[in-house]
T-cell receptor, first 111, second 116 residues
Framework: SQQGEEDPQALSIQEGENATMNCSYKTSINNLQWYRQNSGRGLVHLILIRSNEREKHSGRLRVTLDTSKKSSSLLITASRAADTASYFCATAQGGSEKLVFGKGTKLTVNP | NAGVMQNPRHLVRRRGQEARLRCSPMKGHSHVYWYRQLPEEGLKFMVYLQKENIIDESGMPKERFSAEFPKEGPSILRIQQVVRGDSAAYFC??????????????FGPGTRLLVL
């Protein structure tokens, strides 16, 4: 079954605005990771947050994790046109190494 | 430090032919993962390998698909007798080790397979 589900499916904002994407999952996890994918390209790892962490920052990125609600959010502050991409959350469950991906949020940042 | 390398980047095959996709992990990484992505979809796990061992192939179709990661050389994902439904982007990822709780996986640029 599909684990991470991102919300919204598509998001269009103006440069300089903040973008918030959400991810929900169903089972207990060890960690949750966010990736970015530019159109037709590979995935770029953004940030990993472990199940015992609640918040993590990396540059303009802020990720939160609420294990009681089985949800995570990715906030991109002061967005730029170059942030236009699809963003995926991925979870690792139990003792497994494999990542389970959602369908992604397609973010468009208009200049 | 070169990232994960995949080749070819694009592959066109006719129905019934074989497709071989190659993945060289990042230097120092001994764990390789293969994922498949259909258009407008997220990635789906296929197989997880360490050198000379298949650790988890729960996402791999039982027929026509096989994977290996030999002691020397790249990891190979092999699809025999391809069908149109195999058309997808195939991504390889690597990590330095497998840790309980997971490890950051670094992805290659992918191989886009088109079956005519």
């Amino acid at each position: 079954s599909q684990q991470g589900e991102e919300d919204p499916q598509a998001l269009s904002i103006q440069e300089g605005e903040n973008a918030t994407m959400n991810c929900s999952y169903k089972t207990s996890i060890n960690n949750l990771q966010w990736y970015r994918q530019n159109s037709g390209r590979g995935l770029v790892h953004l940030i990993l947050i472990r199940s015992n962490e609640r918040e993590k920052h990396s540059g303009r990125l802020r990720v939160t994790l609420d294990t009681s609600k089985k949800s995570s959010s990715l906030l991109i502050t002061a967005s730029r046109a170059a942030d236009t991409a699809s963003y995926f959350c991925a979870t690792a469950q139990g003792g497994s190494e494999k990542l389970v991906f959602g369908k992604g949020t397609k973010l468009t940042v208009n200049p | 430090n070169a990232g994960v390398m995949q080749n070819p980047r694009h592959l066109v095959r006719r129905r019934g032919q074989e497709a071989r996709l190659r993945c060289s992990p990042m230097k120092g990484h001994s764990h390789v993962y293969w994922y498949r992505q259909l258009p407008e979809e997220g990635l789906k796990f296929m197989v997880y390998l360490q050198k000379e061992n298949i650790i988890d192939e729960s996402g791999m179709p039982k027929e026509r698909f096989s994977a290996e990661f030999p002691k020397e050389g790249p990891s190979i994902l092999r699809i025999q007798q391809v069908v149109r439904g195999d058309s997808a982007a195939y991504f390889c990822a690597s990590s330095p080790r497998g840790l309980p709780g997971g490890e950051t996986q670094y992805f290659g640029p992918g191989t886009r397979l088109l079956v005519l």
